[in-house]
C-alpha cells in the first residue's frame, strides 16, 4: 500500500492514549476521515481515563488501553486486538507505553511521526512517516499531517459531543447561567510550574462577580493538590466561588467546560476540551509554549508570557529555542499578572460574549 492512498481504505487503527488535551487534539483527525472516508471503519486505542471524553462519539470502536492494571494492560490490550487487521494505523503518541502497544495493532501500513519528532524511538516502529513543512506546528497542525499524509485534505472540525444527561446534572449543582470557569492546576502534581498563583486566581474571581456579575466556578480533580489549590483561593476570595474541584466526573465537567461563558487555565486537558467545545478560553502560559499547546481555537485570548520567561530563566528568544521546551522554574507563571488576566477577561466578553 503507497502513499498516498489512491482510494479508501476498509479500516484504520487511530492510537492516541492519552493525555486527555492531546485526545481532543486528535478530534480534527477523526472528523477529516470520517468527511472523506464515511465508509472506512475506524478503530480508536485509547486510556480509560481519556474515553470517558470521547465515548460519546459515533461510528468509532473505542478500544480502551487500562494503564493501572500494569504490566497486564500490554496482554489486555493483545486479546481485545485479536482478530483485528487494519490497512493502517495512526501511531500518533511517542511513548515507548504507545509503541508497545503498536506491536499489538496488525495493520499493513503503520504511520508515524517524522523522524526529527519520533521521540522514544518512535520511528523504530513504524514503516511511513509525516511529511510536515515544518517541525515548529501547534500539535493540533502536527496531527493532521497524518491524515495530509493518506492524501485528504484537513478538516478543522471538533464536534465534541455533550452528555444531556451530565448537563442536566451540573445545572443541579449551580445556580445561574452567566458562569466563569475557573480550572486552575495543570496536571496533580506537587511541584507543577504550569500552575499560575492562587492568589491571582482570587482578584480575577473578585473581578469577574463585582464587574461582569459573573457567578465564578472551581473545577478540577480530586488530588491533594487540586483540593488544597482551590480552597486557598476560596479563602483569598471576597466573593466565594462554587468550589466543584473534585466533586464532578469527566462528563460531568465537559458539561461544565460547555455552559460556562468564559474558561480560564493554564496548559491542562480542561482548556483544551473548552476550546474543542467552542467556549472561549484564556489560557495562563509561562511555563510552555502556546504556539506549541495553547488552546487552539482561542489563540487570540491567551495571556502569553512564555517568550520574557525564556528570556529571564534561559537568555534564550522563541525562535532560538527548542520547540516544545518547558520552564521548569515554580516562579516563572507569576510573570503573568492579575491585571493581564482581568484585562483578557473583559475582552473575551466582549468579543465573543455581549
Known amino acids: 500500500m503507497i502513499l498516498p492512498l489512491s482510494s479508501a481504505p476498509d479500516s484504520i487503527c487511530i492510537l492516541r492514549l492519552s493525555a486527555i488535551g492531546d485526545v ?31 465515548s460519546d462519539i ?32 495512526l501511531h500518533m503518541q511517542l511513548s515507548l507505553r504507545a509503541s508497545i502497544t503498536s506491536l499489538m495493532v496488525k495493520a499493513d501500513v503503520k504511520l508515524g511521526f517524522d523522524r526529527a519528532r ?31 499524509r493518506l492524501g485528504l485534505k484537513p478538516v478543522f472540525k471538533w464536534d465534541l459531543p455533550v452528555s444531556a444527561e451530565a448537563v442536566e446534572r451540573v445545572k443541579h449543582m449551580i445556580s445561574g447561567e452567566r458562569f466563569l470557569v475557573i480550572n486552575p492546576c495543570a496536571v496533580a502534581k506537587s511541584r507543577n510550574w504550569r500552575n499560575w498563583t492562587a492568589e491571582g486566581y482570587a482578584e480575577v474571581a473578585d473581578f469577574a462577580a463585582e464587574h461582569h456579575g459573573m457567578t465564578v466556578l472551581l473545577t478540577g ?40 461563558r468564559v474558561v480560564i487555565a ?20 509561562a511555563a510552555t509554549n502556546p504556539q506549541r499547546a495553547g488552546p487552539y481555537n482561542f489563540k487570540d485570548l491567551v495571556v502569553n508570557r512564555y517568550p520574557q520567561a525564556l528570556r529571564k530563566y534561559y537568555e534564550l528568544e522563541v525562535g532560538d529555542a527548542p520547540w516544545g521546551k518547558r520552564i521548569q522554574n515554580n516562579e516563572c507563571m507569576a510573570l503573568i499578572k492579575p491585571e493581564d488576566v482581568t484585562a483578557m477577561l473583559s475582552r473575551a466578553l466582549q468579543d465573543y460574549i455581549d
Request: hydrophobic content about 40%; some cysteine.
Open 266 to 285: 493554564p496548559d491542562t486537558g480542561p482548556a483544551h476540551i473548552a476550546s474543542a467545545l467552542g467556549t472561549p478560553v484564556i489560557g495562563l502560559y
Open 221 to 260: 480533580g480530586p488530588s491533594s493538590e487540586e483540593r488544597n489549590m482551590a480552597d486557598t483561593i476560596s479563602t483569598m476570595c471576597r466573593r466565594k466561588p462554587h468550589n466543584l474541584v473534585g466533586g464532578t466526573t469527566l462528563p460531568e465537567l465537559v458539561a461544565l467546560l460547555h455552559l460556562a
Open 24 to 54: 481532543t487534539h486528535a478530534l480534527p483527525v477523526l472528523r477529516t476521515l470520517q468527511h472523506h472516508w464515511p465508509q472506512t471503519k475506524i478503530t480508536w486505542v485509547i486510556g480509560k481515563n481519556e474515553h470517558a471524553v470521547v
Open 58 to 89: 459515533a461510528g468509532v470502536e473505542f478500544i480502551i488501553f487500562d494503564k493501572s492494571l500494569g504490566i497486564g494492560a500490554y496482554r489486555d490490550i493483545r486479546r481485545k486486538l485479536a482478530g483485528h487487521r487494519f490497512d493502517v494505523l
Open 118 to 148: 519520533a521521540k522514544d524511538m518512535q520511528w523504530l516502529f513504524t514503516n511511513e512517516k509525516i511529511l510536515p513543512q515544518s517541525t515548529r506546528q501547534h500539535v493540533v497542525d502536527s496531527f493532521i499531517e497524518f491524515p495530509r
